[in-house]
C-alpha cells in the first residue's frame, strides 16, 4: 500500500490554533504502529491547517519514515523557486491548498501552483467544500496538475468532480469519516472515467472527521474498483508522486 494522506502532528513542532482546534500528538510511532499489518511500503504526509507554512516538521517526518514517503507542503506567498528546489530535493511532491479553513487568494493560489510546477513538476492539492469546488472547477482545470481531497466531500460535487477527471486530475479516496455522500458509489463513478485516477490514503489520524479510518474501509474500495484494486491501493498514487 503507499498511503497517500497521512497527518503527522509531532509534539516537537510548533502548531497553529485553527477555529479553536489544536488536534491530538500522532507521531510517526504512532501511525506505524496503527497501520502495522497493512503492508504500507510508502506514502505522502500532509500538512494541515494547524500546520501553517512551517517546514521542520515535514522533514523531520520524512527523515524519519524514510525511503518511499513524500511530502505535501503549504507555501507562504513569499516563497522563492530556491525554496521549492530545495524542499523538493527533501522529498516534497506536492502544494496544499487547504481552502476549508481558510479563505485564498485565487490569483495567488493560480500563479503558486502554477510556479511550483513549473519550478520542481508539483501537482496542487485541493481540500474544498463542494459547493466551492464547483466555482472553482474552471480555474482548476487550467491547472497543469491537480487532486482534490476526500472523494469531493459531497454529492453536490460530483458533477464538477468527474470533468476535473476527464481532463486529468486525480482523486484521494481517503476521509470516508468526513464526506456525506456514499463513497463506493463516488469511488466507482470516478474510476470508470479513468481507472488511475482514485488514490486510496487511511486520513490518519483523521482529525475532526467523524470518524476515524478502518480496516473495513479497504472493503469498500474494493467493492468500488473491483480487480483494479492494487492500483488504487499503490500503483495510481505511486506513479503520481515521483520517487524521493
Excluded: C
Aim: glycine share 8%; net charge negative.
Amino acid at each position: 500500500m503507499f498511503d497517500s494522506h497521512v497527518h503527522i502532528i509531532d509534539p516537537r513542532f510548533p502548531l497553529v490554533v485553527n477555529d479553536d482546534y489544536e488536534p491530538e500528538p500522532f507521531t510517526v510511532d504512532d501511525y506505524e504502529a496503527e497501520t502495522d499489518g497493512l503492508g504500507v511500503v510508502g506514502g505522502a504526509v500532509v500538512t494541515g491547517s494547524f500546520q501553517g507554512t512551517d517546514q521542520s516538521y515535514l522533514l523531520a517526518a520524512l527523515e524519519e519514515l524514510g525511503h518511499g514517503w513524500v511530502g505535501v507542503t503549504q507555501l507562504p506567498v513569499d516563497a522563492t523557486d530556491d525554496d521549492i528546489s530545495a524542499l523538493d530535493a527533501a522529498g516534497v511532491r506536492a502544494l496544499r491548498f487547504n481552502l476549508r479553513r481558510g479563505v485564498a487568494d485565487i490569483s495567488s493560489l493560480t500563479e503558486q501552483a502554477i510556479r511550483a510546477h513549473e519550478v520542481a513538476g508539483w501537482h496542487s492539492e485541493f481540500y474544498v467544500d463542494a459547493g466551492l469546488l464547483r466555482s472553482l472547477e474552471p480555474i482548476m482545470s487550467k491547472l497543469p496538475a491537480v487532486s482534490i481531497d476526500h472523494l469531493g466531500m459531497a454529492e453536490e460535487a460530483m458533477p464538477y468532480l468527474l470533468d476535473l477527471v476527464d481532463r486529468g486530475a486525480r482523486v484521494k479516496a481517503t476521509g470516508f469519516g468526513r464526506i456525506s455522500h456514499d463513497p463506493v458509489d463516488a469511488m466507482r463513478r470516478i474510476h470508470a472515467v479513468n481507472p488511475e485516477a482514485l488514490m486510496f490514503g487511511t486520513d490518519l489520524p483523521s482529525t475532526r472527521a467523524a470518524r476515524r479510518f478502518d480496516v473495513s474501509d479497504l472493503d469498500l474500495v474494493a467493492d468500488a474498483v473491483g480487480g483494479d484494486l492494487q492500483a488504487v491501493l499503490f500503483q495510481n498514487a505511486r506513479a503520481w508522486y515521483r520517487e524521493p
